[in-house]
């Protein structure tokens, strides 16, 4: 019996020992951060669809989602970059405020550019232009979530991702009561479309305040949030950064632009159809959070002195697998109860099939995780803008025709090809596993 249980504690050693390094450790906050964030989000949009009307929450829904598409514009790709370049700058608190001087000052810009060609891009929002209470909350928003990809992202880099879930888990928390506090106040002539979409843009920028005036200066000595642009810093990693910026941009708009591609597609009926769509899109994206977050914390390891790059992929691929092939089976058995909780019968008979048919996205969705960090270990980042180009391409292309076509189910069945078709094409350009290589000098200006 000795021997039998010494084995055990051994193994639960290793166990211990491997959860306790920065490479899972960093992948669980991050993994952490996208559950608590969907999760806590659930019953948010729980308490949403049982106090306003799906139309309501519809549109605010589109709104917030564009808002993030152009917000991902705003950051051209410095988040990616501080993973990889951070490390190694003689200056951090320097590089860190010039990626958030550049992704503020577009943070303005865009938005309103948005508000005032709204006309333009999508009519059925025009309700934006009868207040000017819209404007600020949208710049305000707008700003905020040009931030918060770079602050996480810094945090994950100095190996402390669990900042990035703590400021995840402050905004997740927030955020669920106000909808109740909200449909008090905006009733009237700005609608319970303001006050789902207040709900969201509060709680979010009181966590980023938080994450850039408390967190980050722990882990960050000297850091404090303040406009500066220090183009020597900026230059080594900006090229790498604008790839990235450029694959993520042209990437995030087979997932962003969804609701706005339902709502203008569906007619009277699209805005509902786009509540549901995301409530389904939601809870699929529980399992691409799993490579989402192992391939992360995987580059930000490949980034450090010394790494041990070929056996920090294993590892990562391993608990991957471990976690994902239980919550496909899951997700495909439990999608009618959990669409369930969300009161309206049409999340379930709307919603359901999209939702099984969006979780077998995850297994093109890993395989391009491991290809792409692959691609990103080695600085390269064409085939990335490759891959997003095909991905949206066939999602709003493909997901076109088979919404009008099918309904939900084929802008489903859209968005899982879309991700199967990027995998050949980034399966030939990353090549074998990166092997370890020495560390590359800091980045100091001239």
């Not at 309501?56 to 514009?73: E, R």
């Not at 602050?151 to 190996?159: E, F, G, N, S, V």
């Not at 993520?248 to 962003?256: C, D, E, K």
């Amino acid at each position: 019996m000795g021997e039998p249980s010494g084995r055990v504690r051994r193994l639960a050693g290793q166990v211990w020992g491997e959860v306790r390094g920065p490479l899972y450790r960093n992948a669980i906050f991050i993994m952490l951060s996208s559950i608590i964030g969907t999760g806590l989000g659930f019953f948010f949009w729980v308490f949403v669809f049982r106090v306003y009307r799906p139309d309501d929450a519809g549109f605010a829904i589109t709104l917030v989602q564009t808002l993030a598409f152009l917000s991902g514009i705003a950051t051209l790709g410095l988040g990616v970059g501080l993973i990889r370049y951070l490390p190694e700058t003689d200056d951090r608190p320097a590089l860190v405020n010039s990626a958030l001087s550049i992704a503020g000052l577009l943070g303005i810009v865009l938005p309103i550019l948005f508000v005032f060609g709204v006309g333009l891009w999508s009519p059925k929002l025009s309700f934006i232009l009868d207040s000017p209470v819209y404007l600020v909350a949208i710049v305000l928003t707008g700003m905020a979530y040009a931030f918060a990809p770079i602050l996480d992202q810094a945090a994950i880099a100095m190996r402390r991702a669990d900042l990035s879930t703590l400021r995840v888990l402050i905004f997740s928390l927030v955020k669920i009561p106000l909808p109740l506090l909200f449909v008090i106040w905006f009733s009237g002539p700005l609608g319970g479309r303001f006050g789902v979409y207040l709900s969201i843009a509060v709680a979010f920028g009181i966590s980023v305040l938080l994450m850039g005036f408390v967190f980050l200066p722990r882990v960050i000595p000297g850091f404090r949030p303040r406009p500066r642009l220090s183009r020597r810093r900026l230059r080594p990693m900006f090229m790498f950064s604008v790839g990235n910026w450029v694959a993520t941009v042209i990437g995030s708009g087979a997932v962003l632009l969804l609701p706005l591609l339902i709502v203008n597609t569906l007619g009277s009926a699209g805005a509902a159809n786009a509540a549901f769509f995301y409530a389904a899109a939601t809870i699929a994206g529980l399992l691409y959070i799993i490579p989402n977050a192992t391939m992360t914390s995987f580059l930000a390891e490949a980034s450090q002195q010394n790494a041990q790059r070929r056996r920090d992929e294993r590892r990562a691929i391993l608990l991957s697998l471990g976690l994902l092939a239980p919550g496909v089976i899951g997700m495909w058995y439990l999608a009618g109860p959990l669409l369930a909780l969300f009161a309206d019968a049409g999340y379930v008979t709307s919603g359901a099939q999209p939702l099984r048919i969006l979780s077998l996205a995850s297994i093109p969705v890993f395989l391009n995780g491991i290809f792409g960090t692959r691609v990103r270990i080695r600085k390269q980042t064409w085939p990335l803008i490759a891959a997003a180009t095909l991905e949206t391409a066939v999602t709003l292309g493909l997901g076109y025709v088979l919404l009008e076509q099918v309904g939900l189910d084929g802008l489903a069945y859209a968005f899982v090809a879309s991700q199967a078709a990027a995998t050949p094409l980034l399966w030939l350009t990353a090549g074998a596993p990166v092997e370890a290589q020495p560390f590359e000098p800091a980045l100091v200006p001239p």
